[in-house]
């Protein structure tokens, strides 16, 4: 027995080849049930028949900027499969790439943008295996934005900053430029955060402040004080909605997260309770080591007892910066 999916993947071949039909609405029919295979597809195969289906849909030689826009929700789908990988990601930069002219001439400007957003985030993607520059997805980022503003689209706004961060965390600290990378980055992550809410965005309002607050301990900045003392404030607003019951690991990635930072703070910033910040930072980093084995996540429970160790080695007051969980969860 067919699933609805199914049915309709064979239903638009069948459409495909209607002769009563024009060309233009034989692509532009194609180009739909493809989008509708995509939006919230049950499995990896409804990808797969997405493409087939905006592959189907070029053929049939629609107009120029039905063409384009066909070519960058073709990019969508080849950017979503699961098991694509570098590859898949190669053919949706082309597809947004070879898209982009018409657009830009003739599309609305939503649609440009958006494809400068889509052709971003593939770039990093690449840009993680080595395979493209990350200061290319920087750029598209920078482009959508014109278009994306925080008035006019706050959800487009809020996934580019968010991405422009990220972006210039992962550029290697090698230069003189490192510093004001990292400026940026925290930058990005405050302006997610003035749209997205406690109220309206809870989890994802958790995820960007621990990301600010990874973002404001390991900046290489003159002020280390004043950064530490603000990314607890960060990671304090991030457990307001994290908790050991309800997302027990996020739960813990902030909680180490944050014994990172009190570790390196000098006794005279002890909390209000009068723990020492060394004392407090261990006591976090073993209510995390327990929820990291008990959750399975046996590298992270090490890193925690790994950094109890140099605790009890080196005893109680400032320590150097120490990066435990920034790249494995720390983001989380």
């Known amino acids: 027995m067919q699933t609805v999916a199914e049915s309709q993947f064979a239903a638009a071949l069948q459409a495909a080849d209607d002769p009563q039909a024009s060309a233009e609405e034989r692509?532009?029919?194609?180009?739909?049930?493809?989008m509708s295979l995509q939006l919230k597809p049950k499995s990896p195969q409804q990808l797969h028949d997405a493409v087939t289906l905006y592959g189907r849909a070029l053929e049939q030689q629609p107009s120029p900027l039905l063409a384009a826009r066909i070519r960058s929700r073709l990019?969508?789908?080849?950017?979503c499969i699961p098991d694509g990988g570098g590859n898949a990601l190669k053919q949706a930069?082309?597809?947004?790439?070879?898209?982009?002219?018409?657009?830009?001439?003739?599309?609305?400007?939503?649609?440009?943008?958006e494809s400068q957003m889509n052709l971003g985030l593939a770039l990093q993607g690449l840009?993680?295996?080595?395979?493209?520059?990350?200061?290319?997805?920087?750029?598209?980022?920078?482009?959508?934005?014109?278009?994306?503003?925080?008035?006019t689209h706050p959800q487009e706004f809020?996934?580019?900053?968010?991405?422009l961060a990220i972006a210039y965390l992962a550029i290697p600290a090698v230069d003189e430029r490192a510093r004001m990378r990292e400026a940026l980055a925290v930058q990005s992550f405050e302006e997610v955060l003035k749209v997205v809410t406690l109220v309206d965005h809870p989890s994802e309002y958790a995820m960007i402040q621990n990301n600010l607050g990874n973002a404001l301990q390991y900046a290489a900045?003159?002020?280390?004080?004043?950064?530490?003392?603000?990314?607890?404030?960060?990671?304090?607003?991030?457990?307001?909605?994290?908790?050991?019951?309800?997302?027990?690991?996020e739960y813990a990635n902030t909680i180490a997260n944050m014994a990172n930072v009190l570790r390196n703070l000098p006794p005279a910033e002890s909390a209000s309770d009068m723990i020492?910040?060394?004392?407090?930072?261990?006591?976090?980093?073993?209510?995390?080591?327990?929820?990291?084995?008990?959750?399975?996540?046996?590298?992270?429970?090490?890193?925690?007892?790994?950094?109890?160790?140099?605790?009890?080695?080196?005893?109680?007051?400032?320590f150097g910066q120490d990066r435990i969980v920034r790249r494995n969860g720390g983001t989380a």
Do not use: W
């Not at 692509?27 to 493809?34: D, F, G, H, P, S």
């Not at 607890?232 to 997302?247: C, F």
């Open 75 to 79: 990019g969508t789908a080849l950017q």
């Open 127 to 151: 840009a993680g295996m080595g395979l493209r520059r990350i200061q290319d997805a920087i750029q598209c980022y920078h482009r959508a934005l014109r278009v994306f503003s925080r008035e």
């Open 276 to 318: 020492e910040p060394v004392t407090r930072a261990a006591q976090l980093y073993q209510e995390a080591h327990a929820l990291f084995e008990q959750h399975g996540l046996t590298e992270r429970a090490e890193l925690m007892t790994a950094a109890l160790d140099e605790i009890e080695v080196c005893g109680t007051g400032a």
């Open 27 to 34: 692509a532009e029919m194609l180009m739909e049930i493809a």
């Open 93 to 113: 930069c082309q597809c947004y790439e070879s898209a982009m002219p018409e657009l830009a001439a003739n599309g609305k400007p939503e649609e440009f943008a």
């Open 221 to 249: 900045s003159g002020h280390s004080l004043e950064n530490n003392l603000r990314a607890l404030a960060a990671y304090e607003e991030a457990l307001k909605v994290r908790n050991p019951r309800d997302t027990p690991v």
């Open 158 to 163: 809020a996934i580019l900053h968010n991405n």
